[in-house]
Each structure stands twice: as structure tokens, then as C-alpha cells.
T-cell receptor, first 114, second 111 residues
Framework: DAGVIQSPRHEVTEMGQEVTLRCKPISGHDYLFWYRQTMMRGLELLIYFNNNVPIDDSGMPEDRFSAKMPNASFSTLKIQPSEPRDSAVYFC????????????FGPGTRLTVL | TQLLEQSPQFLSIQEGENLTVYCNSSSVFSSLQWYRQEPGEGPVLLVTVVTGGEVKKLKRLTFQFGDARKDSSLHITAAQPGDTGLYLCAPGWDTGNQFYFGTGTSLTVIP
């Protein structure tokens, strides 16, 4: 398997623009999650899905952030409008049966909002 | 607020030295995971400890879960540059609870 795939690897945008991050989980994994990593706040869970259904989005910082999972092989994290404080590395990951299982992470998307 | 404190926050050592990093909380956990994140990559699971007092070894890495299941330690023997990375602990997840990572220890092993 190719592992978790994220795109783009790097994104530079200007404040106010819409940003869409993409993730393809490992085939057969029922759970997908989005994390954000910064020096100040560490690695934070934003939202996770089980069988394409959002289960817990309490980590989503504000209404500017939204995530969707239209099918088992694709998810997006959208920021609209983006702000400089959104600059971070965003990770997507998946597991077969939840967090007690091994979590497999993608390589991350480094987002810079100018 | 749930919190997993890891110490030290930063550690820089010479190749060949031994080191121990810690993961502490006031909460009791059903299990605890350790991850290593290399620069530019996502975290990779190293081990899961489940039983209080449990010790697991992974080559030069020794993981211990505290007797009370509130804390854990990671000891590295004869550190190598390939051990460089961010070490993260994470508590076992019980359905309905929020999942989170510890604050992390950034390790640099100098050749």
C-alpha cells in the first residue's frame, strides 16, 4: 500500500484566500483524522471521521475550518478565509479501528499564510 | 484539562550517550503509546504499553509504563544520529474521550 497520501506538500497563500488540503487514507481503514502541528501548540487533533461520518470536530478552531469525507478514499480540510495564524503543518492519518490501533500518518502539508 | 507533560522539552546529546525522556500525567490511562516524528515526516508508532509496570524493548529503546499507569519513560541506550526526532506520547483512547498527544521531547543526537 502507498500509505496515507496528502496533497499538496507545501502551500503558500495570501490572507483571505481559500485553502483546500487533501487526503487519501489507507485502503480499508475506517477512521480518518486531521491534525495541526505548530511549535506553540504541538500536535492537535482537529477532527476525525468513522466510516466517512464526522464523529468529533471539537478540535476545529473556528467556523473558518471545515472538513468533509465524501467517500472512503478521500477527505478535504478547507480553510476559508485563511489567516496568518493558520500557518502550520497539517497531517492526515488513518487507522483500521480507532486510536488504540496504530495510526498511520501522511507526510503533512506545510501551509504558510502571508 | 487533560494534559500529558513530557520532559525534557529539548535534549541535545552526543552520539553514544544514554538518555531518558518522561511522559507524566495526573490521570490514569488504560494504555499509552509512544511515537517518533522525524523532521519533515508524520509521527510513527513505536510501541504501546498496556499493563502497569510493563517494560518493552525495541532494540536500543526501552519503554516503561508506570505501576499506577499515570506515567511512562523512554530510555535510549547508545544514542545514534538516526534517533533524532520528536518523541510523542499519547494516552490510550476510550470511546467518547478526546484523543490528544503529549507536549513532546525534541531529541538531537550529534555525530
Amino acid at each position: 500500500d502507498a500509505g496515507v497520501i496528502q496533497s499538496p506538500r507545501h502551500e503558500v497563500t495570501e490572507m483571505g484566500q481559500e485553502v483546500t488540503l487533501r487526503c487519501k487514507p489507507i485502503s480499508g481503514h475506517d477512521y480518518l483524522f486531521w491534525y495541526r502541528q505548530t511549535m506553540m501548540r504541538g500536535l492537535e487533533l482537529l477532527i476525525y471521521f468513522n466510516n466517512n461520518v464526522p464523529i468529533d470536530d471539537s478540535g476545529m478552531p473556528e467556523d473558518r475550518f471545515s472538513a468533509k469525507m465524501p467517500n472512503a478514499s478521500f477527505s478535504t480540510l478547507k480553510i476559508q478565509p485563511s489567516e496568518p495564524r493558520d500557518s502550520a503543518v497539517y497531517f492526515c492519518g488513518s487507522t483500521e479501528r480507532g486510536f488504540t490501533d496504530t495510526q498511520y500518518f501522511g507526510p503533512g502539508t506545510r501551509l504558510t499564510v502571508l | 484539562t487533560q494534559l500529558l507533560e513530557q520532559s525534557p522539552q529539548f535534549l541535545s546529546i552526543q552520539e553514544g550517550e544514554n538518555l531518558t525522556v518522561y511522559c507524566n500525567s495526573s490521570s490514569v490511562f488504560s494504555s499509552l503509546q509512544w511515537y517518533r516524528q522525524e523532521p519533515g515526516e508524520g509521527p510513527v508508532l513505536l510501541v504501546t504499553v498496556v499493563t502497569g509496570g510493563e517494560v518493552k524493548k525495541l532494540k536500543r529503546l526501552t519503554f516503561q509504563f508506570g505501576d499506577a499507569r499515570k506515567d511512562s519513560s523512554l530510555h535510549i541506550t547508545a544514542a545514534q544520529p538516526g534517533d533524532t526526532g520528536l518523541y510523542l506520547c499519547a494516552p490510550g483512547w476510550d470511546t467518547g474521550n478526546q484523543f490528544y498527544f503529549g507536549t513532546g521531547t525534541s531529541l538531537t543526537v550529534i555525530p
